[in-house]
């Protein structure tokens, strides 16, 4: 089982910017992924590295979410930009050893503790 520690996240007003930061226990690698929950809703894919190497991101943060695989800090990061409110949810980093449709949770077999992150009108 591959470890994942989060790191980031907090509060922020509508239209700033927080990166968060996933470090595995492996070597950070495709396969890898960013997602979120808000209450009261199911868990959603947000952006990630397929094991194809392509990177697919919902379509309600294209444009202002980037994830950023980071071999030489080991580190996967998910750089938030113009943030909204609707974007407020605890957010998961997760792996899987073979992702084909990198936006669907069950292709994830561990996943890390989670952070919150809130954004204020």
């Known amino acids: 089982q591959v470890q994942l520690v989060q790191s980031g996240g907090g509060s922020v007003q509508a239209g700033g910017s927080l990166t968060l930061a996933c470090v595995p226990s492996?070597?950070?690698?495709?396969?890898m992924a960013w997602f979120r929950q808000a209450p009261g809703k199911e868990r959603e894919g947000v952006a990630a590295?397929?094991?194809?190497?392509?990177?697919p991101y919902a379509d309600s943060v294209k444009g202002r979410f980037s994830i950023i695989k980071d071999t030489l800090a080991n580190t996967l990061y998910l750089r938030m930009n113009n943030l909204k409110p609707e974007d407020t949810a605890v957010y998961y980093c997760a792996y899987g050893t073979w992702v084909t449709r990198g936006l669907v949770a069950d292709q994830y077999r561990d996943w890390g503790q989670g952070t919150q992150v809130t954004v204020s009108s």
């Open positions: 590295f397929t094991s194809f190497g392509t990177t």
């Open positions: 492996i070597a950070v690698s495709n396969g």
